[in-house]
């Protein structure tokens, strides 16, 4: 068994150094020596269920052998941000439907619509997506339209795949999308909970992939692209690898949706910033 307190001690920093580079080489996030209790934090259970008394004696043994280990897949797990919420930033989801949506299906002649939500983390943007555009397809929207959520976490996609939230994370959902889009379980047991409805399900799917990639196996005509709230946490470099790498995914025309704190992080030569968080891709179809 694990001794109490494991993890606790001080991790050597060369070995803290290494793993740290391994968290930016492959995920983009860059860790300062300052958040190293953080770490020990978040790498407690990994510490635990490894049967070892540190997070030395753990990181030590996971890089051993990094493409092979997946102990040290569960830490960079653990240790990646998953902050969801259904409709956060709300205005975002009224340029959806009020500003692009319209744009969109003038020009679409019959074709589906498509919507990447990067870095989905469980799936409440995703769904939020979905719930606006079937909404507006409900007013007599002529349209139809596909979600993607991708996630660096194969644990968060396998969430978002059930598609179940508990009653407190459904609750900033408006009370007649709740009412239309999400079911609540009759059994007591389960009474906490509700899932999405089959058919907003059906429009939505997810996969897991890694922003660091050096390409993506993504359509190139997709519309409107959220990468919200995850640049952030990437360095100067980093940020415009990725940005550079999404916008080859966007459609002539297509837009770009980044959180509030990004905007000024965006600076895609074919990339023109509409409103605030708002930029539209060179081109039309």
């Given at each position: 068994m694990t001794r109490s307190g494991a993890g606790a001690r001080a991790v050597a920093p060369d070995i803290l150094d290494k793993f740290r580079h391994y968290l930016r080489d492959t995920t983009g996030i860059a860790l300062s020596r300052a958040k190293t209790p953080m770490i020990h934090q978040r790498l407690k259970r990994c510490v635990m269920e490894a049967n070892l008394d540190s997070t030395e004696a753990f990181l030590e043994s996971a890089l051993k052998n990094p493409a092979a280990n997946d102990a040290l897949q569960a830490a960079v797990e653990c240790l990646t941000t998953n902050t969801t919420s259904f409709f956060r930033e709300p205005q975002h989801f009224e340029f959806l439907s009020q500003r692009i949506l319209p744009a969109l299906i003038a020009g679409k002649q019959g074709r589906?619509?498509?919507?990447?939500?990067?870095?989905?983390?469980?799936?409440?943007?995703?769904?939020?997506?979905?719930?606006?555009?079937?909404?507006?397809?409900?007013?007599?929207?002529?349209?139809?339209?596909?979600?993607?959520g991708t996630d660096l976490s194969q644990r968060m996609v396998e969430k978002a795949q059930k598609a179940v939230f508990t009653h407190d994370q459904v609750a900033a959902v408006p009370s007649a999308l709740l009412?239309?889009?999400?079911?609540?379980?009759?059994?007591?047991?389960?009474?906490?909970?509700?899932?999405?409805?089959?058919?907003?399900?059906?429009?939505?799917?997810?996969?897991?992939?890694?922003?660091?990639?050096?390409?993506?196996?993504?359509?190139?005509?997709?519309?409107?692209?959220?990468?919200?709230?995850?640049?952030?946490?990437?360095?100067?470099d980093v940020q415009q690898q990725v940005i550079s790498h999404v916008a080859q995914h966007i459609a002539p025309g297509g837009y770009l949706i980044v959180g509030h704190s990004e905007s000024m992080i965006v600076r895609q030569t074919d990339l023109q910033q509409i409103v605030p968080t708002l930029f539209q891709k060179a081109g039309r179809k």
């Open positions: 589906r619509i498509k919507v990447w939500s990067a870095a989905c983390s469980e799936g409440a943007e995703a769904y939020t997506i979905a719930m606006t555009l079937a909404d507006e397809r409900r007013k007599g929207g002529d349209f139809d339209f596909a979600v993607l009412d239309r889009y999400v079911l609540t379980s009759r059994e007591t047991r389960a009474a906490t909970q509700s899932r999405i409805c089959p058919e907003l399900r059906a429009k939505v799917r997810f996969r897991v992939m890694n922003l660091m990639a050096q390409t993506y196996p993504l359509d190139r005509d997709i519309d409107v692209v959220f990468l919200r709230n995850v640049l952030i946490y990437f360095e100067a």
